[in-house]
Every structure is written in structure tokens, then in C-alpha cells.
Nanobody
Framework: QVQLVQSGGGLVQPGGSLRLACTAS????????MGWYRQAPGKQRELVAT???????NYADSVKGRFTISRDNAKNTVYLQMNSLTLEDTAVYYC?????????WGQGTQVTVSS
């Protein structure tokens, strides 16, 4: 069983930046794809960005050019650097890892963009 523990998030003004981190309880080399999803109030959970073990990146159109996903396999950690945040980025952000048929989720982290 793999546990994903998230850190980061919080309150930021529009235009500001935040970084989220997600650390796996064991080597994430075996977790092929890691990613970030978010869920705003009253909305469905949506993909934000994913990164595979060989570095293939995928971003939602709404965050392209503003968010950057990266992973450090030596630290079993995936990051989401969020720049130029807008009110529409307010949501609970979830880390997700998948290895074969197994899917793992982090506990969720609130990101609030407000003036």
C-alpha cells in the first residue's frame, strides 16, 4: 500500500504563487504516473497536470504556462509549482498516483486565491 502525503497550499492573492508537494511512502519509481487534480465547490474533480516516470507531461489547458509539475524520484516526491494564480484556481488539490490498476490519492490540500 502506498500513502501519498501532501503539503503546501494555503491562501494567496491573485497573481501570487504557491507550491504543492506530495511525498509517497515508498519509492515512486513504481508509480508510473503521478499527477494533481482539483475540485472546486460544486464542481467535479478535474485533472490539473500529470507526469509519467519517464517525464512525459500533460497539463489542463486552463493551467498551461502558469503551472509546472515535476517529480524527484530520489525524494519520492512530486511537485506542483503554481504561478499567476487566479480566483478560478481556488479548489482542493489532490495528489494522485497510479501503478498498474492501483490508484492512490493524497489527503487533499486547500488552495484559496482571494484578494
Amino acid at each position: 500500500q502506498v500513502q501519498l502525503v501532501q503539503s503546501g497550499g494555503g491562501l494567496v492573492q491573485p497573481g501570487g504563487s504557491l507550491r504543492l508537494a506530495c511525498t509517497a511512502s515508498r519509492s515512486n519509481n513504481r508509480i508510473y504516473t503521478m499527477g494533481w487534480y482539483r475540485q472546486a465547490p460544486g464542481k467535479q474533480r478535474e485533472l490539473v497536470a500529470t507526469i509519467t516516470s519517464n517525464g512525459y507531461l500533460n497539463y489542463a489547458d486552463s493551467v498551461k504556462g502558469r503551472f509546472t509539475i515535476s517529480r524527484d524520484n530520489a525524494k519520492n516526491t512530486v511537485y506542483l509549482q503554481m504561478n499567476s494564480l487566479t480566483l478560478e484556481d481556488t479548489a482542493v488539490y489532490y495528489c494522485r498516483g497510479s501503478a498498474g490498476v492501483n490508484v492512490y490519492w493524497g489527503q487533499g490540500t486547500q488552495v484559496t486565491v482571494s484578494s
